[in-house]
């Protein structure tokens, strides 16, 4: 059977220095706040471009905390992909912010820029940009809209660690960007964990102070904080899997490459790639209008897949004031869209496997 994704595999790999390191922690008997925050943080900042990184408990703390440290809450509105997973979403309606859902382009299930504009209202305070399934959203737009209205960039990296536009790492495109290493993603930790990366000290700091209950010192509470740390463990974890994350977006690259030279099936859409190093293929979803035969199919011939995602947010019970709001290019992408297996521990025959299986189809 080949598997969406072996994670005793991916974390097998670096097993001998985990258990060396995670002992190193016990030893030290230091969980929270200490060298191995300092020096994950240290190193996925100089990864991804930045100034600054901290680890956070999780992504979509670290999304919550970018919004609420660049103090925007109630009446304020934030721009956001109506195609996304609903982290993004959850996270400015936690604020209390208004979340201004605008459609994808379907060629490559980003936010779509040209649609931006029209949703601007004078409340309008942020751009939160979702680099999805591992491309990163095309720019240059986005940032021209934001300093014609004088809004905030932010980016939801969760699934596109190590992705390039225009020679910089997502990340580094924003005012303030958040990374998830849940176990699945192309960094993972081995629980939750998160971060949030910029280049601006004072939201850094904000960050800092907001994740740990709003203290700048110990017992001075500047913030109506949070509790939001990355645990030493997880952090040691990170900082060794980190230095082979360039490697294995590398070898996600080849399969996809392999992938999308080598399936031919009318019935089945491929992604469509803008520039090789603008995607880290955390995903490789297809479409095809009978999805749910193709999977049912997919299973039956050993292939695992997932749907990334079943059902949009402003469908969910969650928003359920959205329900009956309709956004078709969203719904028709949550329709049609499957994922096909894809990692850095996949063997050469899996993936040919997956291609043969598929063109029988
Ligand atoms: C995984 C993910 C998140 C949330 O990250 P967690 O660490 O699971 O909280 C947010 N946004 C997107 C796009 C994701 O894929």
């Keep these: 059977m080949v598997k969406f994704l072996d994670l005793g595999k991916v974390n097998n790999r670096f097993r001998a220095e985990i258990d060396e390191r995670i002992a190193s922690v016990l030893d030290k008997g230091w969980y929270l706040q200490g060298e191995e925050n300092d020096k994950f943080a240290e190193h996925f900042a100089t990864y991804c471009g930045t100034k600054y990184a901290l680890g956070v408990a999780n992504g979509l703390d670290a999304l919550r905390l970018i919004i609420k440290a660049a103090g925007f809450g109630v009446g304020d509105e934030i721009i956001v992909p109506a195609n996304t997973y609903i982290a993004t979403i959850l996270a ?22 040209d649609l931006i504009e029209a949703a601007i209202t004078p409340k309008t305070k942020a751009i939160m940009v979702v680099h999805l399934y591992g491309q990163a959203v095309q720019m240059e737009k986005i940032w021209e809209i934001a300093q014609k209205y004088n809004l905030k960039v932010f980016e939801d990296c969760a699934q596109a660690h190590g992705a390039y536009y225009q020679g910089k790492r997502v990340g580094n495109l924003s005012d303030a960007a958040a ?119 997919l299973s039956e011939q050993g292939v695992q897949t997932i749907i990334h995602y079943p059902t949009p947010p402003h469908k969910q019970l969650a928003y359920q004031e959205w329900n009956n709001r309709s956004y078709p290019i969203t719904e028709e992408i949550h329709n049609t869209v499957i994922s096909l297996p894809i990692s850095p521990v996949m063997t050469a025959d899996e993936v040919k496997q997956v291609v043969e299986v598929v063109n029988a189809w």
Excluded: M
Excluded at 259 to 272: A, G, T
């Design 92 to 113: 400015i309606s936690d604020n209390g912010c208004t979340p201004v859902l605008v459609e994808p382009d379907v060629k490559t299930y980003n936010i779509n820029p």
């Design 179 to 297: 990374f998830s290493f849940y176990p699945g993603k192309n960094l993972g930790a081995l629980g939750d964990a998160g971060a949030v990366v910029s280049n601006d000290k004072e939201l850094i700091d904000k960050v800092k102070a907001l994740a740990n209950y709003g203290s700048d010192r110990k017992y001075h509470h500047i913030y109506k904080g949070l509790n939001s740390r990355l645990d030493e463990i997880q952090a040691a974890v990170l900082d060794i899997k980190l230095p082979l994350l360039d490697e294995d977006n590398a070898r996600r690259r080849e399969i996809a490459k392999y992938y999308r030279e080598n399936i031919i099936n009318p019935k089945i859409i491929l992604p469509q790639i803008y520039d090789e190093l603008a995607h880290v293929w955390h995903v490789f979803v297809v479409r095809t209008q009978e999805r749910d035969k193709f999977q049912q199919y």
